[in-house]
């Protein structure tokens, strides 16, 4: 019987395993320690790879049909338990039980959509003199390591490709939340073959042992960018393929030709949800000098109308910040905006709460050199300036390290068309925001990534072409 109250424990090669130590696990809304996971050692570590290693061999021989049947088994039993699975997410992620549920289920839907991909046979040339054809094979066993601010989505991401395409894995969920990745691998244990699908936890050592381990063939890795070099530094003497899914500092622009009653709710939504955790919010909102005044004020009140707190509670819209450390982060960055005399538009100052809990924020026409627009805050803060001239706009939007994604708002879809070409990111959304599918890469430009998750192209990042050239 599945026990999401039970003890937390790590799974390497079909086992529920412990640690002899344990790390922490805070509730954001509280502030305080809710449970303990499991500190996984280097020996245990060793371990996971050595029994993903062992389970590689049959796994990949195993047909692609049936790999992909057992990742639809996994989806079908995440939906089961989606609301066990939820509750816990929300202790420990701080977002509203809506929420959380959604992502697991948003999971499960994900994981059904890649089981039906399938990497191609390429067919250069098959005449009386020659066949020639590449395929796409596995690569081995994967290190795997995934984020606090969407920790079930971003395993999957990984996880599902990696699998289908006849992999194992090993994947470390963040230690601000991994609890219920923990319950997943629980959940999943008896769904693929031993060592196939193993799941360790721990500190701030974990992750620099698994990027240097040898015994792993790639790193799937999201998270900051300036982690994302240092994990680029440390696979490079063995030579370790990459996937790196970084930071973003991502721009919407605003046209005069907007309906601003029709667009502010999704243009707050899309820098405001999740508590503003999302690597291609809105955090730079330029908006043409026509419609700045009347966009600005309906943002302002609907951040008045929108409940923060404690996930846990009916009503609450945001949660908290989901670790002190990003909320000190935060916390830094806004109380430099005031010592700068920036304008802030905002519902009160910090609350004096043990929660990590920051009022939503709206920054009044900063200047472009003001660290609010500068830095990614990964906080409900976001700077809004007014613009008269797009060419220039575009300018500034692109005039960053960063290229995750970007959005446009236009009635104007050939000028809307237009800007989104000119921007230099991975992603852009016209006249809607925050929208990604399994079926589409997602790659980040410049500081923002390396590599491609999601589409044809992210499955193959867990391959390696081969050709065969066959004489008749």
Known sequence: MFDITSEFKMMIGGQSVGATKTIDVFNPSTGEVFAQAPDCSREQLDEAIRVATKAFPAWKETPINERAQLLVNAAELLEQHADQLASLFTREH??????????????????????????????????????????????????????????????????????????????????????????????????????VLNIISGGDDLGPWMTSHPGFAKISFTGSSETGKRVM????????????????????????????????????FGAFANTSQICVATKRLYVHEDVYDALRDRLVAIA?????????????????????????????????????GLKLLQGSDIPNSAGYFIPITIVDNPPESSRVVQEEAFGPIL??????????????????????????????????????????????????????????????????????????????????????????
């Open 94 to 195: 701080g977002r509203p039980v809506d929420g959380t549920k959604a992502e697991i289920l948003g999971a499960a839907v994900w994981i059904k959509m890649v089981a039906q991909m399938r990497p191609p046979v390429h067919v250069h040339e098959d005449s009386e003199a020659q066949r020639v054809e590449t395929q796409y094979v596995p690569l081995g066993v994967i290190c795997a390591i995934s984020p606090w601010n969407f920790p079930v989505n971003l395993s999957i991401w990984k996880i599902a490709p990696a699998l289908l395409t006849g992999n194992t894995i090993v994947l470390k969920p963040s230690p601000f939340t991994p609890l219920c990745m923990l319950k997943i691998g629980e959940l999943l244990r008896d769904v693929f073959p031993a060592g």
């Open 304 to 340: 008045k109308m929108t409940k923060v707190g404690d996930g846990s509670e009916q009503g609450t819209v945001l949660g908290p910040i989901q670790n002190k450390r990003q909320y000190e982060r935060v916390v830094d960055l806004l109380e430099s905006a005031k010592s700068d």
């Open 383 to 472: 700077p809004m300036m007014k613009f008269s001239d797009v060419d220039e706009v575009v300018r500034l939007a692109n005039d960053s390290e960063y290229g995750l994604a970007g959005a446009v708002w236009s009635a104007d879809t050939e000028k809307a068309l237009s800007i989104a070409n000119a921007l230099e990111t991975g992603t852009v959304w016209i006249n809607h925001n925050l929208n990604l599918r399994p079926d589409t890469p997602f790659a980040g430009h410049k500081h923002s990534g390396f590599g491609v998750e999601n589409g044809m192209e992210g499955l193959l990042e867990y391959t390696a072409p081969k050709s065969i050239y066959l004489a008749k």
């Open 233 to 268: 530094a440390s696979a490079a003497k063995d030579l370790k393929r990459l996937t790196l899914e970084l930071g973003g500092n991502d721009a919407a622009i605003v046209l005069p030709d907007v309906n601003v009653d029709e667009i502010a709710a999704k243009i707050f």
